[in-house]
């Protein structure tokens, strides 16, 4: 795309499509040079070659965000915004990600069906791609005010700090709506949106897909268990090959260590500035983000009474991240509506195709058992249940 010949003022929006598609071009380049580097490839004998495959993937999304932010706190005064107008997208996302669930009651309950969703997995695909999902009615204004009242109330919940995921869950997100024993908590944003939208009645339709697959399943791995019984009694063949060690992408050490030894002086300077290499369990990990949020700013930032000055500090700057958050949304909104009206699909910065393809993978050995299933149990081979 050739920048020069934007006319600058036709949208004021046109910098975040642009952003959009740099970072697009910009991962893809990325994942290109590692796989070319005969140096990196050379990992492979030193590493179990899939590890290797997997740290590169997730280390080619850690190394656009390093690029991205790194330019961001060099200039912090001047693109501060676009900090606020990313997690007002993340906000986006949750309200998709509500809507996403209410079908997934609907469907559980033999209500409605949905294209390309055949079974209860499906759910967890689009919970990772939600911004694209075909079925889910586009985000409407009124949403959008309601989750600005939702920032600025009581209810709400910073899905980084309470480690919220997991979002069409629907086992246990329904188990912690109608007990206090749940392994997680029933999320604030859909306790939210139900009371103000009226759709609290979908959690009270009964899950007839569910039982049904499991019932399947359950016949089709009985009759794995008989294959394995007759298989268990053939000789193990003998293991020749020593086991490499697992190049892992998560570990802080095996991560400083990759951009030390293959990154150029700018992305390690970057890399320092973004804190890429801090440990996830450092206590102090939540008073530090805070620490750099209040001082990247010359707003007054009101200081809320607390017994503890850093949890008054920590209440200060989450006020503050809400505010900023909700003057974004708006941004935020009209951002979408033109990547929605351009049909421009939305970047999922979480995709990692090695994952997806396993997850595909699942998907179709869960549709043949569920079908086996069927069949030991007297009924056609199809999904139609």
Same mark, same amino acid.
């Given at each position: @795309?050739?920048?020069?010949?934007?006319?600058?003022?036709?949208?004021?929006?046109?910098?975040?499509?642009?952003?959009?598609?740099?970072? #697009?071009?910009?991962?893809?380049?990325?994942?290109?040079?590692?796989?070319?580097?005969?140096?990196? @490839?050379?990992?492979?004998?030193?590493?179990?070659?899939?590890?290797?495959?997997?740290? %590169?993937?997730?280390?080619?999304?850690? !190394?656009?965000?390093?690029?991205?932010?790194?330019?961001?706190?060099?200039?912090?005064?001047?693109?501060?915004?676009?900090?606020? =107008? $990313?997690?007002?997208?993340?906000?986006?996302?949750?309200?998709?990600?509500?809507?996403?669930?209410?079908?997934?009651? %609907?469907?559980?309950?033999?209500?409605?069906?949905?294209?390309?969703?055949?079974?209860?997995?499906?759910?967890?695909?689009?919970?990772?791609?939600?911004?694209?999902?075909?079925?889910?009615?586009?985000?409407?204004?009124?949403?959008?005010?309601?989750?600005?009242?939702?920032?600025?109330?009581?209810?709400?919940?910073?899905?980084?700090?309470?480690?919220?995921?997991?979002?069409?869950?629907?086992? $246990?997100?329904?188990?912690?709506?109608?007990?206090?024993?749940? *392994?997680?908590?029933?999320?604030?944003?859909?306790?939210?949106?139900?009371?103000?939208?009226?759709?609290?009645?979908? @959690?009270?339709?009964?899950?007839?897909?569910?039982?049904?697959?499991? +019932?399947?399943?359950?016949?089709?791995?009985? %009759?794995?268990? =008989?294959?394995?019984?007759?298989?268990? !009694?053939?000789?193990?063949?003998?293991?020749?090959?020593?086991?490499?060690?697992?190049?892992?992408?998560?570990?802080?050490?095996? &991560? !400083?260590? +990759? =951009? *030390?030894?293959? #990154?150029?002086?700018?992305?390690?300077?970057?890399?320092?500035?973004?804190?890429? +290499?801090?440990?996830?369990?450092?206590?102090?990990?939540?008073?530090?983000?805070?620490?750099? &949020?209040?001082?990247?700013?010359?707003?007054?930032?009101?200081?809320?009474?607390?017994?503890?000055?850093?949890?008054? &500090?920590?209440?200060?700057?989450?006020?503050?991240?809400?505010?900023?958050?909700?003057?974004?949304?708006?941004?935020?909104?009209?951002?979408?509506?033109?990547?929605?009206?351009?049909?421009?699909?939305?970047?999922?910065?979480?995709?990692?195709?090695?994952?997806?393809?396993? @997850?595909?993978?699942?998907?179709?050995?869960?549709?043949?058992?569920?079908? $086996?299933?069927?069949?030991?149990?007297?009924?056609?081979?199809?999904?139609? +249940?």
């Amino acid at each position: @795309m050739d920048n020069q010949n934007l006319d600058k003022n036709f949208t004021p929006y046109n910098k975040d499509i642009d952003r959009a598609l740099w970072r #697009e071009q910009t991962y893809s380049d990325i994942v290109n040079e590692l796989n070319n580097n005969p140096e990196i @490839m050379q990992l492979k004998e030193q590493y179990s070659p899939s590890s290797v495959d997997s740290f %590169l993937q997730y280390y080619a999304s850690e !190394k656009l965000s390093i690029l991205e932010w790194g330019q961001m706190y060099e200039q912090w005064d001047e693109n501060n915004n676009i900090r606020w =107008v $990313e997690l007002a997208n993340e906000g986006l996302s949750q309200i998709q990600q509500k809507k996403l669930f209410d079908l997934q009651c %609907l469907w559980r309950a033999g209500n409605i069906e949905l294209e390309g969703v055949l079974i209860s997995h499906d759910f967890s695909r689009w919970e990772r791609d939600v911004m694209n999902c075909p079925f889910i009615p586009p985000i409407t204004r009124q949403e959008v005010d309601l989750y600005i009242l939702y920032l600025q109330s009581n209810n709400y919940e910073d899905t980084a700090e309470h480690g919220i995921d997991g979002w069409q869950d629907y086992d $246990e997100i329904t188990e912690a709506y109608r007990t206090d024993n749940a *392994n997680r908590n029933f999320p604030e944003w859909y306790d939210f949106y139900n009371g103000r939208m009226g759709t609290g009645i979908y @959690m009270s339709f009964p899950d007839v897909r569910g039982p049904l697959e499991d +019932f399947y399943l359950h016949l089709s791995h009985e %009759l794995d268990s =008989v294959r394995q019984l007759a298989e268990s !009694k053939k000789p193990e063949p003998v293991q020749t090959t020593n086991r490499l060690p697992l190049l892992k992408a998560y570990d802080a050490e095996h &991560l !400083k260590w +990759f =951009v *030390n030894t293959f #990154e150029d002086k700018l992305t390690q300077e970057y890399a320092s500035l973004c804190n890429a +290499f801090r440990d996830l369990d450092d206590y102090d990990f939540d008073w530090t983000s805070d620490k750099e &949020l209040l001082a990247s700013t010359a707003d007054p930032i009101p200081v809320l009474p607390w017994h503890n000055w850093k949890e008054a &500090l920590h209440r200060s700057a989450d006020w503050y991240r809400r505010i900023k958050i909700a003057e974004a949304m708006p941004v935020a909104y009209q951002s979408y509506c033109i990547r929605r009206d351009a049909g421009i699909p939305f970047e999922n910065e979480h995709y990692n195709a090695s994952f997806e393809e396993l @997850m595909d993978d699942i998907r179709q050995e869960t549709i043949d058992k569920i079908i $086996e299933g069927r069949v030991l149990n007297g009924e056609p081979p199809d999904l139609n +249940f």
